[in-house]
T-cell receptor, first 115, second 116 residues
Framework: AQSVTQLDSQVPVFEEAPVELRCNYSSSVSVYLFWYVQYPNQGLQLLLKYLSGSTLVKGINGFEAEFNKSQTSFHLRKPSVHISDTAEYFC?????????????FGIGTKLQVIP | KAGVTQTPRYLIKTRGQQVTLSCSPI?????VSWYQQTPGQGLQFLFE???????NKGNFPGRFSGRQFSNSRSEMNVSTLELGDSALYLCASSLAANDLAKNIQYFGAGTRLSVL
């Protein structure tokens, strides 16, 4: 069974500092990996995805993530955060076949950007 | 292209009542999934519908049910509401194509249910 572990429930960081949000997964098959962002009182918005190819994927708002198969990790990074990045971030893993996918989400990491 | 639309955005109910939530997927999307989001529990998968059939179900009691219509719109029903059902209910739609790379889930803004 697939699972996702987000190692930090909250991450405080000063504005313009770099940030890394950690995500580890487990799965017995090849998977697709995603990061979603949730702003207050909103649904989840897709930030970036890893499907295949280059292990470094770039997303919206200056975020990027690196897929590391040997360490089963998919950490999210941004070199310089802004106040507007304050939100909750969810890592997700998807596996399946025949048009059906099962998506499992991590418990989320709250990023608090401090001015 | 319009996104995933969930109605209503907010609901207040009392224990024992029942509630119906609605989700209109992105045009062309055939799969609709429902999640319950609560603080500390993250997103818990409720069920997924495709072609008016429930394809998969999470570990929720039978009080939680759903259906999908021929136009792919979906409804979720919770009967005999309990205080613990207070949560944000999220709907996500995807193409349900055989190519999983095209099966990215897109979420609605959610319905926040408060049970008093």
């Amino acid at each position: 069974a697939q699972s996702v572990t987000q190692l930090d429930s909250q991450v405080p960081v000063f504005e313009e500092a770099p940030v890394e949000l950690r995500c580890n997964y487990s799965s017995s098959v090849s998977v697709y990996l995603f990061w979603y962002v949730q702003y207050p009182n909103q649904g989840l918005q897709l930030l970036l995805k890893y499907l295949s190819g280059s292990t470094l994927v770039k997303g919206i708002n200056g975020f990027e993530a690196e897929f590391n198969k040997s360490q089963t990790s998919f950490h999210l990074r941004k070199p310089s955060v802004h106040i507007s990045d304050t939100a909750e971030y969810f890592c997700a893993v998807s596996e399946g076949s025949g048009g059906y996918q099962k998506v499992t989400f991590g418990i989320g990491t709250k990023l608090q950007v401090i001015p | 292209k319009a996104g995933v639309t969930q109605t209503p955005r907010y609901l207040i109910k009392t224990r024992g009542q029942q509630v119906t939530l609605s989700c209109s997927p992105i045009s062309g999307h055939r799969s609709v999934s429902w999640y319950q989001q609560t603080p500390g529990q993250g997103l818990q998968f409720l069920f997924e519908y495709f072609s008016e059939t429930q394809r998969n179900k999470g570990n929720f009691p039978g009080r939680f049910s759903g259906r999908q219509f021929s136009n792919s719109r979906s409804e979720m029903n919770v009967s005999t509401l309990e205080l613990g059902d207070s949560a944000l209910y999220l709907c996500a739609s995807s193409l349900a194509a055989n190519d999983l790379a095209k099966n990215i889930q897109y979420f609605g803004a959610g319905t926040r249910l408060s049970v008093l």
